[in-house]
């Protein structure tokens, strides 16, 4: 892809964040768009979807997705690489951002349109940007609040779900407190694709009034490194896996494997059974909700990028974590690379609102 580019997006958009921050410390030429209701038809004829982000590059080449954007400009513009040396630390990288995009999220969507204060909030900035100045009608943000928190279960997220969604957001601050440190960033001096993927949702969550008061406090140290994400430069050299491999093993444990990959694992065996329901029990707490087909494809690319690396430390940091029992491919097995977000079924466009 060629610059300058065109980044169409929103600022209540994690997806649209994440790419924007990556650009950024790029150092690459780009136009930020917001979407409008005004540029809803210079979007369309570039979005196969009516999703955010979309990138279109100096020839009109136009992309969607925040992770295969970020990959097809990595291969291009490879410096300052966003990929640590150490081979277990590239693949840990490539599975937390993985997290962040279908596990996180749904703590994000959870407490914004679950709460009234968060709804509130949400529903006049989305306006405001829909109108982008122009007087809104009557019963606008309202319109926006009912059709948003109709979509909630979408993600998972209803009365029976919330503790395991709001638990599973309390460990994460503490264990992504406890891997930050003093460092920059997650992995030592200069963001990974892990830093851009759970930035993203955290950004959000951090000017959500519920979520964010709730960072502030008790991970004093991530929020800094969210505002530090939205203008990432390079301050030093990734480190190496004996150096965060402590802070690891519980995020990986409890959070990644003992949340994210239990889900994960379920959801693909529904979505295989053509399954109405996705049943699993996290944390001693039951989570239920509509099978994801993209969420099985991501589960199966992991898996393949699982099955690429062959390095000792990484096969003892999943062994120890619980992870590889989760990823380790069956002999013989190839899994089917994940598609795009333009793949997601159409009614998850609320993660990227």
């Known amino acids: 892809m060629t610059a300058p580019f065109r980044l169409y997006g929103a600022e209540l958009s994690p997806y649209s ?3 924007r921050s990556y650009l950024r410390f790029k150092g690459l030429e780009f136009r930020w768009l917001t979407r409008s209701n005004a540029r809803q ?3 369309a004829r570039y979005a196969k979807l009516p ?3 979309v990138l279109v590059d100096a020839e009109e080449t136009a992309l969607q997705d925040s992770t295969p954007i970020i990959e097809a400009l990595e291969r291009e513009y490879p410096d300052p690489s966003i990929t640590p040396s150490d081979p277990a630390l590239a693949f840990v990288s490539a599975l937390l951002e993985d997290y962040a995009d279908e596990w996180l999220n749904k703590a994000m969507f959870h407490y914004r349109w679950s709460y009234p204060d968060d709804q509130e909030s949400a529903s006049r900035r989305i306006v405001e940007m829909i109108f982008d100045g122009a007087p809104a009608p009557d019963g606008a943000e309202q319109g926006v ?5 109709a979509r909630l279960h979408h993600v998972g997220s209803s009365p029976e779900t919330a ?3 709001e638990s599973s957001f309390a460990r994460v601050l503490d264990l992504l407190e406890a891997l930050l440190g003093d460092k920059p960033y997650l992995f030592g001096g200069a963001p990974s694709l892990a830093d851009f993927g759970l930035a993203g949702q955290l950004a959000q969550m951090l000017s959500d009034p519920t979520p964010g008061t ?3 406090k008790e991970a004093p140290k991530l929020a800094s490194w969210v505002e530090r994400m939205d203008k990432p430069r390079v301050q030093g050299a990734f480190g190496g896996l004996s150096d965060v491999r402590a802070a690891l093993i519980p995020l ?3 959070e990644v494997a003992g949340a994210y990959l239990l889900w994960l694992s379920a959801n693909a065996s529904a979505v295989a059974a053509d399954a109405p329901t996705v049943n699993v029990e996290i944390g001693g707490l039951p989570f239920t909700q509509k099978p994801q087909r993209y969420a099985a494809k991501a589960f199966a690319e992991l898996r393949r990028k699982r099955g690429q690396v062959a390095d000792d430390a990484l096969a003892a940091l999943l062994e120890d974590s619980g992870c590889d029992a989760f990823l380790r491919l069956p002999t013989a097995v190839t899994a089917e690379p994940a598609a795009g977000d333009d793949a997601r079924e159409s009614e998850d466009d609320e993660d990227e609102e």
Do not use: A, F, Y
């Open 214 to 216: 709730r960072i502030r």
């Open 163 to 165: 503790p395991v969604i």
């Open 51 to 53: 999703l955010i982000p």
């Open 17 to 19: 964040l994440k790419v």
């Open 145 to 149: 609040r009912s059709r948003m928190v």
């Open 41 to 43: 038809e210079e979007l």
């Open 252 to 254: 990986l444990r409890d």
